[in-house]
Nanobody, 126 residues
Framework: VQLQASGGGLVKPGDSLKLTCVASGGTFINYHVGWFRQAPGKEPEFVAGINRVGNTYHPNPMKGRFTISRDRAKTAVYLQMNSANPEDTAVYYC?????????????????????WGKGTQVTVSS
């Protein structure tokens, strides 16, 4: 599956932004999907994930400001970012893992995802 992330751009501190991830030519039925980000000079960081059955996971640093969701048809996965701050500046990537798993666990490590999109740049600056 080919993933395409979009919706990035330049926003001001305090603004909101919604990123979108789509699977070219397909859907996210039978996929776990996650969002990661990588800031310059830093290691990639897990932002949020949604598993095949719809369970979501947001690590503590992201809780309250980031929300992952998907549309009912499972054609897109979204990442809502609120109260943006300069530390959110990064390239945001979506990733997917094909699965038939119905367990509640939501993958959160890079090596748990096989497919990666090219990323979309988010810059938070006044």
């Amino acid at each position: 599956v080919q993933l395409q992330a979009s919706g990035g751009g330049l926003v001001k501190p305090g603004d909101s932004l919604k990123l979108t991830c789509v699977a070219s030519g397909g859907t996210f039925i039978n996929y776990h999907v996650g969002w990661f980000r990588q800031a310059p000079g830093k290691e990639p960081e897990f932002v949020a994930g949604i598993n095949r059955v719809g369970n979501t996971y947001h690590p503590n640093p992201m809780k309250g400001r980031f929300t992952i969701s998907r549309d009912r048809a499972k054609t897109a996965v979204y990442l809502q970012m609120n109260s943006a701050n300069p530390e959110d500046t990064a390239v945001y990537y979506c990733a997917a893992q094909q699965t038939t798993d119905s367990e509640p666990y939501v993958p959160r490590r890079r090596n748990e995802y096989t497919y990666w999109g090219k990323g979309t740049q988010v810059t938070v600056s006044s």
